[in-house]
């Protein structure tokens, strides 16, 4: 994973997008500028508000959280070391949460995991992250809902199939059928409930096209 300590297998990450690794390898950037010797699920925060480009960073953001906030509740919360050491580890809670990422990408039908995915199962272990949203007053439900409801449209949307306009042709002359079509009423006979039908034909060739 190109450096990241994660304490993840770099096996288990396979799926994960490139905005999603890209929280991960903030997360330790994070940590390590804060001289922690671990990863926690407040690192995995920072990382993903960090890239402001991702999805997650931009819901976190609406929902009130900027990255400034959230680097002094973390120095409150852990307090800070002597920076410039990489973390050696993650918490248990953080692998927690990366393990669950892509659990949650199945679940809302996405074929990878996002960093909205990630930041979801950093909610759902709670840990410090939660501590320090609540800190900056990220209402953490509303958060949560709207995220689901974001990724479930984008994983249906990624699952759509295109809706193809196809124009039906006579089967005689394969002349496209987009004008007028020849439309004969016939009398029908030896039915104690007599009714006419209506026999259409391709208006070029006259070929029947069938019965109405």
Do not use: W
């Amino acid at each position: 994973m190109g450096g990241v300590t994660t304490g993840t297998p770099a096996d288990d990450l396979r799926g994960f997008g490139a905005d999603a690794r890209r929280a991960l390898a903030l997360a330790e950037q994070e940590a390590r500028l804060l001289g922690h010797e671990r990863v926690g699920t407040e690192h995995l925060l920072l990382g993903l508000l960090a890239d402001e480009s991702s999805a997650a960073s931009s819901a976190l953001r609406e929902a009130g959280a900027t990255i400034a906030a959230a680097r002094r509740k973390v120095t409150e919360a852990v307090g800070a070391g002597a920076p410039g050491a990489a973390p050696s580890s993650s918490s248990a809670r953080a692998s927690r949460a990366i393990g669950r990422a892509p659990r949650f990408a199945r679940d809302l039908g996405a074929d990878g995991v996002s960093s909205e995915h990630l930041l979801l199962a950093v909610l759902d272990v709670e840990g410090t992250a939660g501590q320090v949203l609540r800190g900056i007053g990220v209402d953490i439900d509303q958060l949560g809902n709207a995220l689901g409801a974001r990724t479930a449209t984008a994983g249906r949307e990624e699952h759509a199939h295109p809706v193809v306009s196809v124009r039906p042709v006579c089967p005689g002359c394969r002349l496209t059928l987009d004008a007028a079509l020849i439309a004969t009423p016939l009398p029908v006979t030896g039915s104690p409930d007599r009714h006419d039908v209506t026999v259409v034909s391709c208006p070029a060739c006259g070929h029947s096209l069938g019965v109405v």
